[in-house]
């Protein structure tokens, strides 16, 4: 058999630690380089061959995942929390991590996490760009009323971000100086800015080739619009690596945490190991879905005589989610049963 050498790297911003062993766990080679492309591919050159590679995952884990993918037998990336519950140590430090990483690796014990393809990762990137700019338009929209409000202005509330109430409203208000209408002015042309960034983005994604054919199957779910679409495809990544659905549940963090000791069962609130991306876009959407959905209409009634209408929205939405979960896997369009409005939110 031919031998197998093991790595670990604790990567960092600006430094790699690296620790090199074999099979039986002798140590051949440690220390740490530029966490560069350039000091990688000339670290690489004086590894022995073949080996295999992990890291824990991190934001600066992808670019060097990418680097040495084509050149690896094997690579993992570790999940951070379980890797920390594993390796504590009352003494810590870059190089001693990096030898924890590469011993759970040789001895089969490192807990893997999901990497996502780089094209899939790329266009992630987008998506949640696109979801920082949706809140900065949100704080400069309120940033205008707050002006307003600082000046004593008094303004209509559901028509002051519409381009022709706010033009009147600047032209016909005596108590807006022009210091503030330089302001309001800066901010309207920040929101217009944002909201035209943020379509072409969204666009952009929904007729990526990737994309167009996965998204317009879940856009058939009642409820599911593109946003909600697009988020489930980028941040699922592959749906099969989920072998039931009370994972996928877990995952998209629309379950509580359990705390159990002999007799004794404690319900917590809402896990916070979830993917907070899909958390949110899903509870947004299952607030909305009832509306267009007569099944999941009747879910959520039925849930809230229980007396708690969160409690109801969380229902609605792992429901959404059982029907994500279906349409992807079978990769055909939602079929409905009874009359179902198609308008998604």
């Not at 022995?48 to 037998?73: C, N, R, V």
């Not at 080739?209 to 058939?220: C, F, I």
């Not at 099969?240 to 002999?262: I, N, T």
């Not at 849930?303 to 055909?332: C, F, I």
Request: charge should be positive; include cysteine.
């Amino acid at each position: 058999m031919e031998p197998m050498y093991y790595i670990g790297l604790d990567v960092h911003k600006r430094k790699i630690s690296y620790c090199v062993k074999d099979r039986s766990g002798q140590l051949h080679a440690e220390g740490s380089l530029p966490a560069t492309c350039f000091d990688l591919d000339c670290w690489m050159k004086t590894l022995p061959q073949p080996w295999s590679a992990a890291m824990e995952a991190t934001m600066f884990s992808g670019w060097i995942y990418d680097h040495l993918k084509p050149h690896a037998a094997a690579l993992k990336v570790a999940h951070p929390l379980m890797l920390r519950a594993i390796a504590a140590a009352k003494k810590k430090n870059d190089r001693i991590d990096a030898g924890k990483i590469c011993d759970c690796l040789r001895c089969d014990f490192l807990p893997e996490c999901y990497m996502a393809p780089t094209a899939i990762r790329e266009r992630r990137r987008t998506l949640r760009y696109r979801n920082l700019l949706v809140r900065q338009m949100v704080q400069t929209k309120n940033k205008i009323g707050m002006l307003l409000m600082e000046a004593g202005i008094s303004y209509n509330k559901q028509r002051l971000h519409k381009a022709g109430y706010f033009r009147e409203l600047l032209a016909t208000t005596p108590g807006i100086d022009d210091g503030l209408r330089s302001l309001l002015r800066m901010c309207r042309e920040t929101v217009v800015r944002l909201a035209k960034t943020e379509s072409a983005l969204v666009r952009s994604l929904a007729r990526d080739h990737l994309l167009v054919d996965r998204v317009e199957r879940l856009m058939s779910i009642p409820g599911i619009g593109p946003i909600t679409a697009l988020t489930w495809s980028l941040e699922i990544g592959d749906v099969q690596r989920f072998s039931s659905l009370k994972k996928a549940v877990s995952y998209c963090g629309l379950c509580g945490d359990e705390k159990r000791s002999g007799n004794t069962v404690q319900r917590m609130p809402l896990s916070k190991q979830r993917n907070k991306h899909l958390q949110y876009t899903l509870i947004e959407a299952a607030k909305m879905a009832p509306r267009h959905s007569s099944t999941l209409a009747l879910l959520y009634d039925k849930e809230k005589q229980k007396g708690n209408a969160n409690r109801a929205t969380l229902a609605v939405a792992r429901k959404l989610v059982a029907y994500l979960m279906a349409v992807d896997r079978s990769e055909r369009n939602f079929l409905v049963i009874q009359s179902e409005v198609h308008t998604a939110a």
